[in-house]
């Protein structure tokens, strides 16, 4: 975009510069050139933002499932963009279990030439690991990041051999880049499908013992510490882990860890038939899930990621053990934080934008996170206060599998830019119409 | 409970009208079934009994009402019990046994049950090795649904013909202590009997293997004990539980020898219970490894009156779910 623009008025939370007050933000051919308080209007085209609207950096969603190529029914890298700017994040990290696995450049040009066709959310691959994922041979790591992989992942198959979690982070270490596991102990995991306790006894399904996850996380932590490579727990839900994370970082130790909104909000007490329910990591215990929340408001969690995890309606609407694991959670995970996290006044809306964007861009090495001057504008406005309806049939994912479908949330989404566009606005706001009507 | 008394003489007319109703549409659970609707589906089944010791063994209750059987895993004694209760009630029945059906053709649960639904089918009796696939089924609407054991999660009937065969030993099962033992962790016939026993006023002690034993067990209102012995002692029921090796993945016990001697029910050990208690299972037997043949076959043992009184309540059930039809019938 060319020209100026002026945000004008409004509450800016930039805790990258330490800002949090009312701020003016001039954008100049599509980049961040100014804020400051009270700017001049000179040529700008200014903007009059409502006073109890939130101009933001725009949020970084680190982990979502894009399903491109191979997976088309259930989710695009057109609808899930477009579902992440609606949802206010204005960028995202692809997950590498397409089909093929994301393991060679070839698939990730693939990847990054339909996200610029789409011009909506920016796409972060994540290579693979190892060569389709299956843990025998590590992929040319170093051609994925020369080809724009943000950090590696065998995510949904966690890096099993230990071995090959030591040389992955030894390598990956040489591109400063981090490998972001789905820790989880396959033997202990077995087939099982929801939480090991008494929610799932009762309903006689087959359980995921919290260990399975904190096992690999602790020895991850100790790889890490060996190593010097940067791991990142993918959407952590339990207590060990975050014990072993909090304990890695006493010392020093280059972990990060992201968690879920579902893992923060719900628990196996929600547990039901409805394979809406069911994820992995399981909804967690009533423990786990303080856990999460009291890693949250310390700092020992770094993230929030949504594990944006679209499935085709059908392929849930099997038997609950046959079903698909996973959830969608690009629209439904900003009005959850605000009316989950800032409204009970467990985080600041400060904290919120270091989970959301400060944390996830630094970890992932990416250019976002902060209004940074010279930076391209991509922001996210909020209208913490301003009800949302959950309603899943209007949502620009392909998918509608979430369990939030119905609610009604404190916390609005109001407008999403990319460089200065305007790729989002949400009408049912008032006064959203000064952001015009996305291009 | 005029209900029952009215019930019981209507039984003996061979002409039954609608004496009382349960509230929900399907059985599934027996979370389903009040106390009160526990003790209407005992009383009727007791009534049931008679139709079975009759010459012509058939009551018109259900003419012109057509069950589906849909058995999803192998089953002798269910379906038969099953099948038998339909026909002594007059209904039309069908079986369908799934590994002979469309599902290895790759269609979906639902879709084969929409089809099903599609031959308007008055109630459907499902067993699937899915928990809850019956409440899949309950969802799509239509005909009333009978959970004939769904994975590891309910199996109703079972447990409903295992009071019936209690009481009528007991008299009551109120403040009766029942010991189940075995395989709690795979167990539908548990949770079933679990929800049951203590809707009914039943002290429930339960043991076996640490291997076997459900997470959060502690939590499900029951006595659980590391000893065997520690919960037979004393009790007025034993209930074995089957070793469902079906549904076993992986390492539970090193072998059914150690098994036997760990956790067998013995005549030694039974010996510990009440000089007058009954040793139940609900079939079928592992000889040798949770249960031996002598205490199987022992005097005290009411295993075969448990499947003869699963043919009363399954009656009853049906009969008590039927019994309500005409009022969703355009």
Redesign the interface.
């Known amino acids: 975009m060319s020209g100026s623009m002026l945000l004008k008025g409004g509450r800016v939370v930039d805790p990258l510069h330490c800002l949090d007050g009312a701020f003016d933000v001039l954008i100049t051919d599509g980049r961040v050139s100014r804020v400051e308080k009270d700017l001049p209007v000179e040529e700008a085209t200014v903007i009059e933002v409502p006073p109890d609207f939130v101009t933001c950096p725009g949020f970084v969603d680190m982990h979502v499932h894009l399903r491109e190529p191979g997976q088309e029914h259930k989710e695009t890298v057109e609808t899930g963009t477009a579902s992440a700017v609606a949802g206010g994040f204005t960028a995202v990290a692809c997950m590498p279990n397409t089909d093929p696995v994301n393991d060679h450049a070839a698939v990730t040009e693939l990847i990054l030439k339909k996200a610029a066709e789409t011009q909506l959310a920016r796409v972060y691959p994540i290579g693979s690991v190892s060569i389709g994922s299956k843990g025998g041979q590590l992929s040319e790591i170093g051609e994925l990041h020369a080809a724009g992989c943000v950090g590696i992942s065998d995510d949904g198959h966690p890096v099993a051999d230990a071995l090959m979690m030591r040389r992955a982070l030894e390598y990956a270490s040489m591109f400063d880049i981090p490998v972001i596991n789905h820790c989880e102990d396959p033997s202990l995991k077995g087939d099982g499908s929801a939480h090991e306790g008494y929610y799932a006894s009762v309903l006689g399904l087959r359980g995921i013992p919290s260990v399975a996850e904190s096992v690999m996380v602790q020895r991850d932590v100790s790889l890490s510490e060996l190593t010097g490579g940067r791991v990142h727990i993918a959407h952590m839900s339990v207590r060990g882990s975050l014990r072993a994370v909090r304990s890695g970082k006493e010392r020093g130790v280059k972990v990060t860890c992201e968690v879920t909104p579902h893992h923060f909000i719900l628990t196996d007490e929600d547990l039901s038939y409805d394979t809406n329910t069911k994820m992995n990591p399981p909804l967690r215990s009533a423990d786990d899930r303080d856990a999460m929340l009291s890693g949250l408001v310390d700092g020992s969690i770094d993230a929030i990621a949504t594990d944006h995890a679209p499935h085709h309606a059908d392929e849930k609407a099997v038997e609950f053990d046959q079903a698909p694991f996973g959830i969608i959670g690009l629209e439904t995970a900003i009005p959850l934080v605000l009316d989950k996290l800032v409204h009970t006044g467990t985080v600041s809306l400060k904290r919120v934008v270091e989970l959301l964007a400060v944390n996830p861009a630094r970890i992932l090495g990416i250019e976002a996170g902060g209004l940074t001057v010279g930076q391209p504008a991509d922001i996210t406005i909020l209208a913490p206060d301003v009800a949302t309806e959950i309603d899943a049939s209007t949502f620009r994912s392909l998918a509608r599998n979430t369990p939030f479908d119905g609610l009604t949330l404190t916390g609005s989404v109001v407008a999403t830019m990319i460089g200065g566009r305007t790729v989002y606005v949400n009408g049912a706001v008032s006064g959203s119409d000064v952001f015009g009507r996305p291009e | 409970m005029s209900a029952r008394t009215n019930l019981t003489s209507v039984v003996a007319h061979d002409h039954i009208a609608i004496p009382a109703r349960l509230r929900s549409k399907h059985l599934l659970s027996i979370g389903d079934l009040s106390p009160e609707e526990i003790h209407l589906v005992l009383e009727t089944a007791q009534a049931m009994k008679e139709i079975g010791r009759r010459p012509i063994k058939k009551v018109p209750t259900l003419r012109g009402k057509t069950v589906v059987n849909l058995f999803f895993e192998p089953s002798t004694r269910t379906r038969a019990s099953f099948e038998i209760a339909e026909k002594r009630l007059s209904a039309d029945t069908l079986n369908v046994a799934a590994s002979t059906s469309s599902v290895v053709k790759g269609e979906?649960?639902?879709d084969m049950a929409r089809n099903i639904e599609a031959m308007a089918p008055d109630m459907i009796v499902v067993r699937?090795g899915?928990?809850?696939?019956c409440?899949?089924l309950a969802g799509i609407g239509g005909s009333r649904i009978i959970n004939a054991g769904?994975?590891?999660?309910?199996h109703p009937t079972q447990a409903l013909l295992d009071a019936l065969t209690i009481r009528e030993h007991k008299g009551s099962i109120d403040g009766c202590k029942v010991a189940i033992i075995g395989d709690l962790?795979h167990s539908?016939v548990l949770?079933s009997n679990i929800l049951l026993l203590r809707a009914l006023g039943a002290e429930v002690w339960v043991s076996g293997p640490a291997t076997m034993m459900?997470?959060?067990?502690d939590?499900?209102g029951v006595t659980v004990s590391r000893s065997i012995d520690e919960a037979v002692a004393d009790a007025d029921v034993v209930m074995m539980l089957r070793i469902q090796l079906e549904r076993m993945?992986?390492h539970f016990f090193p072998s059914f020898r150690e098994y036997f001697r760990m956790f067998g029910m013995t005549r030694e050990r039974f010996r510990l219970a009440k000089h007058d208690a009954i040793i139940m299972h609900p079939g079928p037997l592992n000889r040798g490894v949770e249960i031996a043949s002598d205490v199987a076959d022992g005097p005290d043992s009411v295993i075969l009156e448990q499947v003869s009184n699963g043919v009363a309540v399954r009656m009853a059930v049906l009969y008590l779910l039927a019994g309500t039809d005409e009022d969703r019938r355009p």
């Open positions: 979906t649960l639902s699937h899915a928990s809850g696939a409440y899949l769904d994975g590891m999660h309910e962790a539908r949770r459900p997470a959060g067990i939590r499900f993945r992986g």
